[in-house]
């Protein structure tokens, strides 16, 4: 139990510039008491001494902010920061070396007991702030789901969710690439731009382009002598304002 316990201590500190020592995050960061508390609530839970287990999981709520069913898995050396309005469900599983942030629910989409109704978060994935993640599906290794994200879907691993609904803008690569396996926090990617953003700003540039063509097309047959049957007016194509409302 000591040695899980120095596990966790130890992957705060790496994952956490404002963590200084081992005394500090243990007496002070209440996702690491949360998931210790977990781990009695969910022995209990297990070995078939319900009540208890939930009633464990009530005082860790009231201390710590964090609601985590005495039923759901959580694996080693997991981080919640901050932590506070985390709720994960009875059926999820928390694999390791995940790191979910304050306001994250992985929730349930069905009442149906008996069968799983939560997500399972595999090993190294990161759930950022205020992200729902709901439903009985996959977040692969070491994928992202950014921050204030509504997933209703799997992620593959290594990739990248963002969005409401989410949508994956970074693909997965075959194999798991060292860059991907790297720390992010609140799951921010090196190139968070979103491909849908990307493709609006290049169909914007190439209409821009297009009526510039056509102006220089008119004034040549107009300076040729060409008789060109007058078009009404239209407004002026601003690309620059219509790439702000994209930003």
């Known amino acids: 139990m000591f040695r899980h316990l120095r596990q966790d201590i130890n992957s705060i500190i790496e994952r956490d510039p404002a963590a200084r020592n081992g005394w500090e995050v243990l007496t002070c960061y209440p996702g690491l008491q949360a998931i210790v508390l977990h781990r009695w609530a969910h022995w209990c839970w297990a070995h078939g001494l319900k009540w208890l287990g939930r009633f464990i999981s009530y005082i860790a709520r009231i201390v710590t902010g964090i609601e985590i069913h005495p039923g759901a898995q959580i694996g080693r050396r997991v981080f919640i920061d901050h932590g506070f ?8 599983v928390v694999g ?6 304050q306001g994250v629910t992985l929730g349930g989409t069905t009442l149906h007991t008996g069968t799983k109704r ?28 950014g921050s204030n994200a509504v997933l209703l879907k799997a992620v593959p691993p290594g990739a990248t969710a963002v969005g ?7 693909k997965a690569a075959a194999a798991i690439s060292p860059s991907a396996r790297l720390f992010s926090a609140y799951g921010i990617t ?4 979103d491909p849908l953003i990307k493709a609006m700003r290049a169909l914007i540039d190439q209409a821009a382009a297009q009526e510039e063509r056509i102006e220089r097309m008119a004034a040549i047959m107009k300076a040729a002598g060409l008789d060109c049957k007058a078009l009404p ?13 994209v930003d």
């Open 190 to 193: 090196a190139n968070g731009d």
């Open 96 to 101: 390791d070396d995940c790191t979910i942030y």
């Open 118 to 145: 939560h997500p399972t978060l595999e090993r190294g994935a990161i759930i950022g702030a205020g992200a729902k993640v709901l439903g009985a599906f996959t977040v692969g290794e070491y994928a992202k789901v």
């Open 164 to 170: 409401n609904p989410a949508h994956i803008i970074e």
């Open 85 to 92: 309005g985390v709720v994960i469900g009875e059926t999820a």
């Open 233 to 245: 007016e239209c407004d002026k194509f601003d690309s620059a304002q219509l790439n702000k409302l």
